[in-house]
């Protein structure tokens, strides 16, 4: 007995395939295989009950919407956007020495009326106006500020 695969029927497998294969390459390609193997199975399942050219008027329009409305809109819900923490703020701000910091040893910086250990490869003196370069653990790496 010869199995025979109709059109409807590869476009359901494919689209369960398409499917598959988002849940094993994960969120990388933005939902856009679980929609586009969601297309093709409704299209195909249709087909399946109609004909097969109804099946393909249905799957390029359903293809050309996603592709036209929702996949910016699915993009944008989806897109990680990154957000400056409180301290990361902190790199590029000004501020004044509170006690002397040297290169051998961490002293105390104000910055944004809060006071910070700070380390410098230079020698840094009370009231010396500073800028942040960076911060490793809970030290601000500052420099003396330039005028």
Do not use: C, H
């Given at each position: 007995?010869?199995?025979?695969?109709?059109?409807?029927?590869?476009?359901?497998?494919?689209?369960?395939?398409?499917?598959?294969?988002?849940?094993?390459?994960?969120?990388?390609?933005?939902?856009?295989?679980?929609?586009?193997?969601?297309?093709?199975?409704?299209?195909?399942?249709?087909?399946?009950?109609?004909?097969?050219?109804?099946?393909?008027?249905?799957?390029?329009?359903?293809?050309?919407?996603?592709?036209?409305?929702?996949r910016n809109k699915i993009r944008q819900k989806v897109a990680v956007v990154t957000k400056k923490t409180n301290?990361?703020?902190?790199?590029?701000?000004?501020?004044?020495?509170?006690?002397?910091?040297?290169?051998?040893?961490?002293?105390?910086?104000?910055?944004?009326?809060?006071?910070?250990?700070?380390?410098?490869?230079?020698?840094?003196?009370?009231?010396?106006?500073?800028?942040?370069?960076?911060?490793?653990?809970?030290?601000?790496?500052?420099?003396?500020?330039?005028?």
């Amino acid at each position: 007995m010869d199995t025979v695969v109709t059109i409807p029927q590869l476009f359901v497998i494919a689209g369960l395939l398409l499917v598959l294969a988002e849940l094993l390459v994960g969120i990388q390609t933005g939902f856009d295989l679980v929609l586009i193997g969601s297309i093709l199975f409704v299209s195909g399942f249709v087909g399946m009950f109609t004909n097969v050219p109804l099946m393909l008027v249905l799957a390029s329009a359903l293809s050309i919407l996603y592709i036209a409305v929702g996949r910016n809109k699915i993009r944008q819900k989806v897109a990680v956007v990154t957000k400056k923490t409180n301290i990361d703020k902190l790199v590029g701000a000004t501020g004044t020495v509170v006690r002397s910091v040297t290169p051998d040893t961490a002293g105390l910086v104000r910055v944004n009326d809060e006071d910070w250990r700070a380390s410098a490869e230079e020698i840094l003196y009370e009231r010396d106006a500073i800028v942040v370069e960076g911060i490793e653990g809970v030290t601000l790496i500052v420099r003396k500020l330039s005028k």
